[in-house]
């Protein structure tokens, strides 16, 4: 059965940082496309960062040169270091891993940026 479990979200302050994780398991993890997402209160989910199982890279213009995606293989474990956050980071951020038909979630983890 596949999990995806994420981590780190937090309260913190305006210009502050988190790194949030997603341990992954029941997958060949390697072989995915992982992918962060949010959603903040009465808006939709929307998607912010992603990794190809190749290491290849994208981020939504929002967070770029904000928000790092980088992902450990050996530890099955996706991140997403963030910095200089804003109060319009706030949400819940959820982890995404992607393969052909299967798409797979977490339940997602809060993150509050205020002070």
């Known amino acids: 059965q596949v999990q995806l479990v994420e981590s780190g979200g937090a309260l913190v302050q305006p210009g502050g940082s988190l790194r949030l994780s997603c341990a992954a398991s029941g997958m060949i993890f390697s072989f995915y496309a992982e992918g962060w997402y949010r959603q903040a209160p009465g808006k939709q989910r929307e998607f912010i960062a992603s990794?190809?199982?190749?290491?290849?890279?994208n981020y939504v213009d929002a967070v770029k040169g904000r928000f790092t995606i980088s992902r450990d293989n050996a530890k099955n474990t996706v991140y997403l270091q963030m910095n200089s956050l804003k109060p319009e980071d706030t949400a819940v951020y959820y982890c995404?891993?992607?393969?052909?038909?299967?798409?797979?979630w977490g339940q997602g983890t809060q993150v509050t940026v205020s002070s």
């Open positions: 995404n891993a992607r393969r052909e038909i299967d798409d797979y």
């Open positions: 990794i190809t199982s190749g290491g290849s890279t």
